[in-house]
């Protein structure tokens, strides 16, 4: 059961990682949400308890959540920069940054 569910979440994280370099919005919506189920289903079963036969797929989703992360954070912040670059040309000034006024 718990290959199963992991080969179900590898092939959810593939499709959330192509849809992030295409940078289809509906695809990366499509791929979260049924991301989101497997994992749910990965919790409900324990299945993070792996016996040692499935600690080869484990890796592998832990190699993939990174390769989502990275892809997640370089999104974010090019999407950062487009929108610091508009800020610019429509005259605003200043990143747009989180600042903490109280200090």
Known sequence: MTERL??????CQQALIAALDRRDVEAISEATNRLAVVVEQCRQRDA???????RAQLEQVMRL??????????????????LDHLRGLRGMKGAGLYSNRHH
């Open 48 to 54: 993070w308890r792996t016996q040692p036969e499935n």
């Open 65 to 82: 959540s990174s390769a989502v992360r990275i892809r997640v954070n370089y999104l974010t912040d090019w999407t950062r920069q487009q």
């Open 6 to 11: 992991f080969d179900q979440l590898i092939t």
